[in-house]
């Protein structure tokens, strides 16, 4: 039995066993671990390489909407004591 096969029957029996009645495919798993590493501002590059995309354009744009919601919160975070300078 294919590595990939064998953790999606185990991610199934673990999922019946918590009760959650959705089906999570273990895709997602890499999603989250890579959406918590930009959340806690780990580089971009860093990150590819973890991946182990060859083009750092594939990691941007996979995960350029999270990405532009860093990016947003960053630009506030900058704005608030640039306004008490005014």
Same mark, same amino acid.
């Given at each position: 039995?294919?590595l990939?096969?064998?953790? *999606?029957? /185990?991610?199934?029996r ?8 959705? =089906? +999570?495919?273990? #895709? ?6 890579t959406?918590?590493?930009?959340e806690?501002e780990?580089?971009?590059? *860093?990150i /590819? ?6 083009n750092?354009n594939?990691?941007? =744009? +996979?995960?350029? #909407?999270?990405?532009?919601?860093k990016e947003e919160?960053?630009?506030q975070?900058?704005s608030?004591p640039?306004?008490?300078l005014?």
């Amino acid at each position: 039995m294919q590595l990939s096969k064998v953790v *999606e029957t /185990q991610l199934k029996r673990l999922l019946k066993k918590a009760e959650i009645g959705k =089906n +999570i495919p273990p #895709h997602s798993f890499r999603h989250t671990h890579t959406s918590l590493f930009i959340e806690t501002e780990v580089s971009i590059k *860093e990150i /590819q390489q973890r991946l182990g995309h060859t083009n750092i354009n594939t990691t941007m =744009n +996979i995960y350029a #909407h999270i990405i532009s919601n860093k990016e947003e919160k960053v630009s506030q975070q900058f704005s608030k004591p640039m306004k008490d300078l005014l």
